[in-house]
Protein backbone atom coordinates (compact mmCIF):
# COMPACT_ATOMS: atom_id res chain seq x y z
CA UNK A 1 0.00 0.00 0.00
CA UNK A 2 2.38 2.40 0.76
CA UNK A 3 4.66 1.63 -2.08
CA UNK A 4 1.44 2.50 -4.15
CA UNK A 5 0.81 5.73 -2.59
CA UNK A 6 4.16 6.58 -3.39
CA UNK A 7 3.63 5.91 -7.02
CA UNK A 8 1.10 7.42 -7.78
CA UNK A 9 2.08 10.65 -5.47
CA UNK A 10 5.42 10.34 -7.73
CA UNK A 11 2.95 10.56 -10.89
CA UNK A 12 0.88 13.66 -9.78
CA UNK A 13 4.01 15.76 -8.95
CA UNK A 14 5.57 14.87 -12.23
CA UNK A 15 1.94 15.23 -13.84
CA UNK A 16 1.80 18.52 -12.16
CA UNK A 17 4.92 19.98 -13.52
CA UNK A 18 4.28 19.11 -17.22
CA UNK A 19 1.47 22.00 -18.95
CA UNK A 20 -0.43 21.36 -21.52
CA UNK A 21 -0.03 22.62 -24.84
CA UNK A 22 -3.58 24.23 -24.41
CA UNK A 23 -2.63 25.49 -21.48
CA UNK A 24 0.99 27.31 -22.72
CA UNK A 25 -1.01 29.01 -25.74
CA UNK A 26 -3.68 30.15 -23.65
CA UNK A 27 -0.72 31.85 -21.80
CA UNK A 28 1.15 33.28 -24.34
CA UNK A 29 -0.52 36.57 -25.39
CA UNK A 30 1.00 39.58 -23.69
CA UNK A 31 3.62 41.69 -23.32
CA UNK A 32 6.67 39.79 -22.02
CA UNK A 33 10.36 41.13 -20.91
CA UNK A 34 13.35 39.17 -20.63
CA UNK A 35 14.88 38.33 -17.55
CA UNK A 36 17.79 35.80 -18.32
CA UNK A 37 19.14 33.59 -21.32
CA UNK A 38 20.50 30.38 -20.58
CA UNK A 39 22.89 27.55 -22.12
CA UNK A 40 24.97 24.34 -21.74
CA UNK A 41 27.67 26.32 -24.19
CA UNK A 42 27.41 30.00 -23.62
CA UNK A 43 27.60 32.00 -20.05
CA UNK A 44 23.99 33.23 -18.70
CA UNK A 45 23.23 36.34 -19.08
CA UNK A 46 20.66 38.40 -16.62
CA UNK A 47 19.16 41.27 -17.37
CA UNK A 48 18.28 44.15 -15.11
CA UNK A 49 17.20 46.60 -17.62
CA UNK A 50 15.88 45.98 -21.15
CA UNK A 51 14.70 48.93 -23.99
CA UNK A 52 12.91 46.20 -25.75
CA UNK A 53 9.76 44.02 -24.35
CA UNK A 54 8.17 41.35 -26.89
CA UNK A 55 4.44 41.55 -27.35
CA UNK A 56 2.85 38.12 -28.32
CA UNK A 57 -0.35 37.68 -29.63
CA UNK A 58 -2.04 34.27 -30.48
CA UNK A 59 -4.96 33.94 -32.67
CA UNK A 60 -6.05 30.25 -33.30
CA UNK A 61 -3.28 28.65 -34.53
CA UNK A 62 -1.45 31.78 -35.72
CA UNK A 63 0.66 34.47 -33.99
CA UNK A 64 2.46 37.59 -34.08
CA UNK A 65 5.49 38.81 -32.14
CA UNK A 66 6.54 42.22 -32.14
CA UNK A 67 9.35 44.22 -30.61
CA UNK A 68 8.55 47.57 -28.60
CA UNK A 69 9.77 49.84 -26.71
CA UNK A 70 7.76 50.84 -23.20
CA UNK A 71 7.63 54.83 -22.44
CA UNK A 72 7.25 56.20 -19.70
CA UNK A 73 3.39 57.44 -20.19
CA UNK A 74 2.43 53.89 -20.57
CA UNK A 75 2.52 53.61 -24.03
CA UNK A 76 4.77 51.57 -26.38
CA UNK A 77 6.95 52.57 -29.49
CA UNK A 78 8.07 50.66 -32.17
CA UNK A 79 9.26 49.95 -36.07
CA UNK A 80 6.06 48.76 -37.19
CA UNK A 81 8.00 45.22 -37.64
CA UNK A 82 6.22 42.26 -36.52
CA UNK A 83 7.01 38.11 -36.69
CA UNK A 84 4.39 35.88 -37.80
CA UNK A 85 4.25 32.53 -36.56
CA UNK A 86 2.10 29.43 -36.49
CA UNK A 87 1.72 27.04 -33.52
CA UNK A 88 2.38 23.06 -33.84
CA UNK A 89 1.91 20.79 -30.95
CA UNK A 90 4.55 18.34 -31.28
CA UNK A 91 4.95 15.85 -29.10
CA UNK A 92 3.01 17.23 -26.12
CA UNK A 93 4.86 20.70 -26.44
CA UNK A 94 4.00 23.89 -28.47
CA UNK A 95 6.10 24.64 -31.01
CA UNK A 96 6.15 28.56 -32.90
CA UNK A 97 6.79 27.99 -36.32
CA UNK A 98 8.57 31.29 -37.90
CA UNK A 99 9.23 32.33 -41.59
CA UNK A 100 10.61 35.25 -43.01
CA UNK A 101 11.45 36.47 -46.53
CA UNK A 102 15.15 35.53 -45.26
CA UNK A 103 14.98 32.78 -42.96
CA UNK A 104 12.64 30.43 -41.37
CA UNK A 105 13.40 28.81 -37.67
CA UNK A 106 11.61 26.90 -34.93
CA UNK A 107 11.27 27.87 -31.56
CA UNK A 108 10.17 25.33 -28.59
CA UNK A 109 7.43 27.02 -25.52
CA UNK A 110 8.85 24.96 -22.65
CA UNK A 111 6.55 26.68 -20.19
CA UNK A 112 4.43 29.59 -20.26
CA UNK A 113 2.25 30.62 -17.51
CA UNK A 114 0.42 34.00 -15.73
CA UNK A 115 3.83 35.55 -15.50
CA UNK A 116 6.58 32.96 -16.77
CA UNK A 117 7.85 32.21 -20.18
CA UNK A 118 10.38 30.57 -21.25
CA UNK A 119 11.58 28.96 -24.92
CA UNK A 120 14.17 27.81 -26.28
CA UNK A 121 15.46 27.41 -29.78
CA UNK A 122 17.48 25.18 -32.14
CA UNK A 123 20.39 26.05 -30.60
CA UNK A 124 19.31 24.80 -26.86
CA UNK A 125 19.28 28.52 -26.05
CA UNK A 126 16.72 29.14 -23.40
CA UNK A 127 15.00 32.71 -23.14
CA UNK A 128 13.63 33.02 -19.72
CA UNK A 129 10.84 35.86 -19.73
CA UNK A 130 8.63 37.36 -17.09
CA UNK A 131 5.47 39.63 -17.71
CA UNK A 132 5.81 43.01 -18.19
CA UNK A 133 5.08 45.25 -15.84
CA UNK A 134 4.74 48.84 -17.04
CA UNK A 135 7.00 51.61 -15.80
CA UNK A 136 5.60 54.01 -12.53
CA UNK A 137 7.51 56.85 -12.30
CA UNK A 138 5.52 59.24 -9.94
Not at 6 to 15: A, E, P
Not at 94 to 108: C, I
Not at 111 to 123: F, G, R, V, Y
Amino acid sequence: MRTLLLVLGSFLLISCQNQSPENIKSNLTGYWEIKTVQSNHIQNKEYTFNNTIDYIEIKGENGIRTKLQPNYDGTFSGNNTSENFTIEIVDNHLDLHYKTPFDQWTEKVKKATSDELIIENKDGIEYHYVRYEPLNIE
